[in-house]
């Protein structure tokens, strides 16, 4: 059984740093690309981040380039991700998710596997 857990988040003062982890189970990580997506209430689900198989190559959403670092660690099946210089617009549930594709990694519905969501709230 595939499962991707996640865990982290919070609330947090606009300014301070979270970091989300997603550890992965029933699945060989290093044959899926790995991402980060969010959704705010009345908003579609959007991309944040995602790492390629083997983390030489990141990618990130243009609001989120420069605070928020996504990593992973195929060895503990872990994938996480740092988000610093958090704002109010961060405010969010994020969730980690699994592609085996090859398509564009920002296309949601080419993911496979997704985490429980997680809430991060950032006031000001």
């Known amino acids: 059984q595939v499962q991707l857990v996640q865990s982290g988040g919070g609330v947090v003062q606009a300014g301070g740093s979270l970091r989300l982890s997603c550890a992965a189970s029933?699945?060989?990580?290093?044959?899926?690309?790995m991402s980060w997506f969010r959704q705010a209430p009345g908003k579609e689900r959007e991309f944040v981040a995602g790492?390629?198989?083997?983390?030489?190559?990141?990618y990130y959403e243009d609001s989120v380039k420069g605070r928020f670092t996504i990593s992973r660690d195929n060895a503990k099946k872990l994938v996480t991700l740092q988000m610093n210089s958090l704002k109010p617009e961060d405010t969010a549930i994020y969730y980690c998710?699994?592609?085996?594709?090859?398509?564009?990694?920002?296309?949601?519905?080419?993911?496979?596997?997704w985490g429980q969501g997680t809430q991060v709230t950032v006031s000001s």
């Open positions: 790492v390629e198989w083997s983390g030489t190559h990141s």
């Open positions: 029933g699945l060989a990580i290093e044959n899926y690309r």
């Open positions: 998710a699994a592609t085996r594709g090859y398509g564009d990694i920002k296309t949601i519905s080419g993911y496979n596997y």
